[in-house]
Structures are given as C-alpha cells and as structure tokens.
C-alpha cells in the first residue's frame, strides 16, 4: 500500500486530532491529493483536497472553518488537520490522489488505507 494513513484515534467534542498520509512510494509527489470519510452506514464523502503544489485546497462545506488540509515540503505528506470536532465527524478517514484536483473530489485514481476518527460526546 502506497499511501498509508495514521493518526486517528478518540477525541472528546470540541477538540483536535490530526491525521496523516504518507506516499511512502514517493508516487504522488506531482499529484492532487485529498481525504475522504466514511462513517458507519453511510457513504464515503469528501472532505477535503489540495493540489500538488500546496497552493489550491478544496473542502466540504461541512468542515470549512474547521479542518485544514496541508502538504510536507516534500510532497510526500498530506496532512487533515482537525478542530472544534464533533461527534458527526466520527468516521475511518482515507486519503487519496488524483492526478487533478477535480479528480479528487469527485473520483480519485488511488486510495490509501483508513484511520478511525471517533468524536465522543
């Protein structure tokens, strides 16, 4: 698996947590990349997207304000950081990559494994 998520884990409402996806196969450094989520009995959403070069990112309209998508310097690191959580935000996050921006909100080409995040109220 190319793209490897941690940093999920348990989070009283209202706090923070950030998560991470590493290309450990330095695969995606020119390309698009997001996180998506999925909770129990629902569908996969989008959550947010940012482009290869950092300077464009994209959100869901549920966490803007909220959640900040980044980039390592090496382009090999996405990272979701995530405040004022709610219980609703409890979900297996994904990342994933696309070769477009667009793509990756609508439909990525690849997709890395989940990381739980829990939101206890």
């Known amino acids: 698996v190319q793209l490897q998520a941690s940093g999920g884990g348990l989070v009283q409402a209202g706090g923070s947590l950030r998560v991470s996806c590493v290309d450990s196969?330095?695969?995606?450094?020119?390309?698009?990349m997001g996180w998506f989520r999925q909770a129990p009995g629902k569908e996969r959403e989008f959550v947010a997207g940012i482009s290869w070069s950092g300077s464009v990112t994209d959100y869901a309209d549920s966490v803007k304000g909220r959640f900040t998508i980044s980039r390592g310097s090496a382009k090999t690191t996405v990272y979701l950081r995530m405040n004022s959580l709610k219980p609703e935000d409890t979900a297996v996050y994904y990342c994933?990559?696309?070769?477009?921006?667009?793509?990756?909100?609508?439909?990525?080409?690849?997709w890395g494994q989940g990381t739980q995040v829990t939101v206890s109220s």
């Open positions: 994933a990559a696309d070769p477009d921006l667009n793509g990756v909100r609508s439909q990525p080409a690849y």
């Open positions: 196969g330095r695969t995606f450094s020119f390309y698009a």
